[in-house]
């Protein structure tokens, strides 16, 4: 069966910018995690969303975004771009949450 | 607040050998540990997991060991094989919070052939 799909996997934008990324899960999943990876930091988690809607979500800052579609694709937005931003962005899907994760390949955002 | 710490950037092993790779956590009420592994330009892999209320869980090449007292795990890999060379990375669950997994740093492991 298909895995999780990121995309897009390559991403440059300009401090300022706002950016949106896009991740499809396995099919029948309806939990969807986003992190994000830094060297030094590890992955850090940014949100959860379990049938459209947002169950949790880590210390990061409000240009941090994103939603959930009735599909259980999901989005994740950055609003404001800043240099600290650049990292690999992950996304992980579970049939409800409870710690059995897929995750993608990752889309790598570099801001500039 | 780093609560879940690997504090070996890396570690280097002969193939054949034993690989020990160890994490630390800071908070109590974690309830459920996890090792995944990670290849450049994948995104993590699910190893294996081990409840609070046991010490021990076996799969295959791989053990992971939890001491509740020490607040440490360990992921055990014998034998090593080039293959498992890879970022690993430990990662714990708050019950009532499964949904949000809390990682450590990770570990370089490289095995020389």
């Known amino acids: 069966k298909a895995g999780v799909t990121q995309t897009p996997r390559y991403l440059i934008k300009t401090r300022g910018q706002q950016v949106t990324l896009s991740c499809s899960p396995i099919s029948g999943h309806r939990s969807v995690s986003w992190y994000q990876q830094t060297p030094g930091q590890g992955l850090q988690f940014l949100f959860e969303?379990?049938?459209?809607?947002?169950?949790n979500k880590g210390n990061f800052p409000g240009r941090f975004s994103g939603r959930q579609f009735s599909n259980s694709r999901s989005e994740m937005n950055v609003s404001t771009l800043e240099l600290g931003d650049s990292a690999l962005y992950l996304c992980?899907?579970?049939?409800?949450?409870?710690?059995?994760?897929?995750f993608g390949s990752g889309t790598r955002l570099t801001v500039v | 607040d780093q609560q879940v710490k690997q504090n070996s950037p890396s570690l280097s092993v002969q193939e054949g050998r034993i690989s020990i790779l160890n994490c630390d956590y800071t908070n109590s009420m974690f309830d459920y540990f996890l090792w995944y592994k990670k290849y450049p330009a994948e995104g993590p892999t699910f190893l294996i997991s081990i409840s609070s209320i046991k010490d021990k869980n076996e799969d295959g090449r791989f053990t992971v060991f939890l001491n509740k007292s020490a607040k440490h795990l360990s992921l055990h890999i014998v034998p090593s094989q080039p293959g498992d060379s890879a970022v690993y990375f430990c990662?714990?669950?708050?019950?009532?919070?499964?949904?949000?997994?809390?990682f450590g740093t990770g570990t370089l492991l490289a095995v020389q052939p």
């Open positions: 990662a714990a669950t708050l019950n009532g919070a499964t949904n949000k997994l809390i």
């Open positions: 992980a899907s579970s049939l409800d949450g409870s710690r059995g994760y897929t």
């Open positions: 969303y379990f049938s459209e809607t947002q169950r």
